[in-house]
């Protein structure tokens, strides 16, 4: 159980397009989902929080602007990088959790985004 | 602030045992997980801690002593497929997740 699915695995796009990532819980409902990029050899670095119907909570330093992000239902999240520039290339990974206390974050299988 | 602190590195062999240890400064505490995260994969669960004492999962186990804010992961029978990182994280008082920088660890045969 708790799975996680997150699509693309992979995706290269231009400088300047936008890219938008999803992620979805298929067997719970995930009362709140994050997201994080990671760059190589580095620890997960938290860049939003977000809850079904309200507005993502962004960490300090995360562009709201660019980092879209849409938790429109309890499974489904999504991630839009707009006008990506290559400096964001990265590993981008969302989780999810069903409550609060014990229960886990589940996490996708994660987007390489490669930007040229 | 806020800190988690785990060795960067470790080497251990095929067969052995392996402890990592994980200390953690935060605004109070509602658990401790550890996650095991091969090189270009997510993160997966391995185990949870919110009370002292030892966890055993197969042949991994985790430890908590929340008067010393100290945990470790220990594994046994070490497999060359555990190659990989081992994150610490902890859950604050505001249920906020603090990641360790994760230690990588080294199965030679």
């Known amino acids: 159980g708790a799975v996680v699915s997150q699509h693309p695995s992979r995706v290269i796009c231009k400088s300047g397009t936008s890219v938008k990532i999803e992620c979805r819980s298929l067997d719970f409902q995930a009362t709140t989902m994050f997201w994080y990029r990671q760059f190589p050899k580095q620890s997960l670095m938290l860049m939003a929080t977000s809850n079904e119907g309200s507005k993502a909570t962004y960490e300090q330093g995360v562009e709201k602007d660019k980092f879209l992000i849409n938790h429109a239902s309890l499974t489904l999240s999504t991630l839009t990088v707009t006008s990506a520039h290559p400096e964001d290339s990265s590993f981008y990974i969302c989780?999810?959790?069903?409550?609060?206390?014990?229960?886990?974050?589940?996490f996708g299988n994660g987007t390489r985004l490669t930007v040229t | 602030g806020q800190n988690i602190d785990q060795p960067t590195e470790m080497t251990a062999t095929e067969g052995a045992i392996v402890q990592i240890n994980c200390t953690y400064q935060?605004?109070?505490?509602?658990?401790l997980f550890w996650y095991q995260q091969h090189a270009g994969e997510a993160p997966t669960f391995l185990s949870y801690n919110v009370l002292d004492g030892l966890e055993e999962k197969g042949r991994f186990s985790s430890f908590l002593s929340r008067s010393k804010g100290y945990s470790y992961l220990l594994l046994k029978e070490l497999q060359m497929k555990d190659s990989a990182s081992y994150l610490c994280?902890?859950?604050?008082?505001?249920?906020?997740?603090?990641w360790g920088a994760g230690t990588k660890l080294i199965i030679k045969p």
């Open positions: 989780s999810a959790v069903m409550g609060t206390g014990s229960s886990p974050l589940h």
């Open positions: 994280a902890v859950r604050d008082s505001n249920y906020q997740l603090i």
């Open positions: 935060t605004s109070g505490f509602n658990g």
